[in-house]
């Protein structure tokens, strides 16, 4: 096979790979350029979602005649000239390579002028070939018109999404321009309809709250810190705010937007147990560092960056928000995890000289095996629990401060011969247990988070939270498989805001919402307006503009080419809030229904997340605590 040099079309149509993925790349690659141009105002207009059309206009510097020409072949640039300026970027470009791949796989014009010309220019181009020149009118400034992108790739075009799908991404990449530069006047509208209008802002946090809303700006904290390696501001959101979904959270290095899972890691070490499971909170994040010690020549997007000293932006960044979060005394008010401390009584040395203190004792019945018994001993047993010290008159507890909470035991000592527990729960209990660790009538609730009881095996304990979200995921699908599911009416309605680029998501999937047993319709500004929701779940407005943006970020890219998957992602994000937002497990009867309906479901081991909802510490387990 001879080894030959590809055509420039083909090679750029190749590069268009990387760098046009769909309509979003284009208006995320032409809205930098007009910054980089130094343009105070930028317009971007997209008709079909950017099938059709993207047109982005900008006030900029312009171009001459030949330079607007030059700027569709490869590497052609202004940002860089020599190795040295590869090691100190600061502009949004510098590849050389955006309008090159756009014009291989769209039909672009370019009008142009700068400041010192009379008359501007009109290029175009099609398929990598330049097609014609010409003089126009034109304002100072640069105006790109993409038409009929992937005209010439079927295979691209036909994995374009929906309309709104793509109109979603459209919107993110205009969000991260549009907060990295609050001075810009910017503007982005589809199909001739405005979707964000925004003047200059006269702060970030202003800027915040014309993209999304006010309740986002009321749920930070500011955060500041300067230092030789980098220095650090924006804002975090309060601990109580935070969510399920990952919306809202963004970096910036320089002026420019990029991922990092090393310092989202460092963002959440921050907050540790400020925050409850498996939910994640809102960040604004701006870095500022000395170019030379960053690397964005990493990949074609610029979305990753690599740092010299990575180490130390990352304590510095977890130091910085773990101050500001104890300033705003979330350090001390909100702790998931945190237990009270036992009282262990400090005993004076008079004390000890006078009354020597023996070994410990703790009572107990040399005859008692809880393996050979259904349950615990009762709240009435004689064997408390408490270890006693002679010579001292009172016992030193032998737990926390707040001791296990234990139901009281039914009296009758077997729950299946009465209500709906008349079952056989011997074959309805799954593979993982059988008979060797069939759970006991007997129930104990440990903190309002486990539930213990005995089985053959030894001991198992159940996460409460998880068994719901196991249970309620089931019903779900259940209810999606049915196609319909029972609403719960509000008395009055509830509009909850959930961003533009939510908005056509939901748009997308509002009847798989209302399959669940929603009953909502959109309103103005980003928002919709809530009717009813789910039969069980809470109609209290607090409650309900929690749940409708967790369900909407359900609807996320991963889930977006496969219908299965995506019902499975929502119904599961359901389940989730559902399992957070209920009441608790006071009573042996209550524990002992979930334990019931947690072992009718399909999967009684781990949640739709893959969390473990069930473990049992076996008898030889517990034995090896003891030596």
Known sequence: MDIRILPSNIANM???GEVVQRPASVVKELMENAVDAGADTVTVAVQDAGRTLIQVMDNGCGMSPDEAVLCFERHATSKIASVEDLS???????????????????EVTLKTRREEDELGCE????????????????????????????????????????????MKHIVTEFLRIALTRPYLNLTLTSNGREVYVLKKANSLKFRIQDLLGSPVVNS???????????NISGYAGRPDAARK?????YFFVNGRYFRSPYLHKAVMNAYGNLLQEGVSPAYFIYLEVDPHTMDVNISPTKTEVKFEEDNVIFQTLYACIKEALGKSSFGDAIDFDREGAPEIPVLSRKYRETHPVADPGVDFNPGYNPFEHDGFPSETSPYSNTLGYPGTEDPVQAGPEHPVEQAPVDPGGDFRARGSFAVDRREDYGKLFEDKTLP??????LKGKYILTPVKSGVMIVNIRRARERILYE???KSLAKDGKVTQESLFPVTVRIGVAEMYLFSEYRHVLETLGFDIEPADNGAVTVNGVPQGFSTAPEDVE?????????LSDDHLSASEGMLSSLAGRLAWLGSVNSNPVRTQVEAQRLIDDLFACTNTEFTESGHRIVSVLTEDEIAKMFG
């Open 14 to 16: 190749i590069a268009a």
């Open 88 to 106: 100190a970027i600061q502009t949004f470009g510098f590849r050389g390579e955006a309008l090159a791949s756009i014009a291989a796989v769209a």
């Open 123 to 166: 290029v175009v181009f099609s398929d990598s070939r330049h097609l014609s020149t010409r003089e126009v009118s034109t304002p100072r400034g640069a105006n790109f018109a993409v038409r009929n992108l992937f005209y010439n790739v079927p295979a691209r075009r036909k994995f374009i999404k929906s309309d709104n799908v793509e």
């Open 220 to 230: 930070v904290v500011d955060i500041f810190t300067e230092t030789s390696v980098v």
């Open 245 to 249: 979904n990952q919306g809202n959270q």
């Open 440 to 445: 006991s009538t007997q129930t104990m609730v």
């Open 475 to 477: 019903a779900n699908m």
């Open 546 to 554: 929690k749940m409708l943006p967790e369900l909407i970020m359900a």
